[in-house]
């Protein structure tokens, strides 16, 4: 049996209604063994537990969305988060590790083009550094625009909400950020040379055909059921389409950085 330092208090600390014996509150569900002071003690003995969760949910959630995106996203979507880590929470936390890595290292993901203009050269610089430092809220601010191209092109054959689409393409977004993070060591020691360009293609051809994979997945579990050529046809139509715009998107930015008057 768990020994447990404080007494269990007759009321729950929180919502104040009566325990009667109970390991949680049947009110609120905080724990009845939460004591009234937080002492270093107390920190440190919670700090294992917290880690512990943080860690094997995102490793969970990973592992399931790269065995397979689609039916995991069907899964989350009928009602089964409980082993998950929050679709929106794991986006933002690998994106953070991503640029933090992208940072500390001085990655430059492009190629230096001797015969290219020094104004170019410094506002694609200038363009990539504030992509890489602002990566997760980049994505987070996409995440709306990729769900409306999801509504638009699936919820005839999903019967999906808009809502729901969006968990969809966060959940896909973020286990791609994960994978991505395996193309970091390749992208470090090619940094600023030709062949990084090279990488780059391969990490957006992983992207398209992960994210493809994982739509096509999820047609499976539409009510209509769609032969394999109409899932797979739609999900790289829709996922070629919303490549294309964010990529319209990020270049009309650069042209701006490039026109700016310095």
């Known amino acids: 049996m768990a020994h447990h330092p404080h007494p269990v208090p007759e009321r ?16 609120c569900g905080q724990a009845a063994h939460t004591p009234a002071r937080i002492t270093l ?20 959630t990973l592992q399931q969305m790269w065995r397979a995106p689609g039916h995991t996203i069907a899964r989350y979507l009928r009602g089964e988060r409980a082993p998950f880590f929050p679709p929106l929470s794991l986006l933002l936390l690998l994106a953070g590790v ?69 968990v969809a393409v966060t959940l896909l977004m973020g286990a791609f950020t994960g994978l991505g993070l395996l193309f970091l060591p390749a992208l470090w020691y090619l940094s600023g040379r030709p062949e990084v360009q090279m990488v780059g293609l391969a ?49 009309g930015v650069l042209v701006l950085l490039i026109k700016r008057p310095h």
């Open 98 to 166: 991503n640029s933090f890595v992208y940072l500390v290292l001085h990655i430059q993901p492009f190629y230096h083009d001797p015969h290219a203009s020094a104004r170019l050269l410094a506002s694609v610089e200038q363009f990539v550094h504030f992509v890489t430092k602002y990566q997760a809220w980049m994505q987070v601010a996409l995440l709306p625009l990729s769900a409306l191209m999801a509504h638009l092109f699936l919820r005839r054959r999903t019967r999906l909400l808009y809502a729901e689409h969006l």
């Open 203 to 251: 990490i957006n051809a992983t992207m398209i055909g992960f994210r493809a994979w994982g739509f096509a997945q999820l047609l499976t579990h539409s009510p209509t059921r769609p032969g394999p050529a109409r899932r797979w046809g739609r999900a790289i139509a829709l996922v070629v389409a919303d490549y294309l715009l964010t990529v319209v998107l990020f270049l």
């Open 12 to 27: 729950c600390l929180n919502c104040h209604h009566a325990l009667h014996g109970t390991p949680y509150c049947g009110t």
């Open 41 to 60: 003690g107390h920190l440190l003995h919670e700090l294992p537990h917290v880690v512990w969760h943080v860690d094997k949910g995102v490793i969970y």
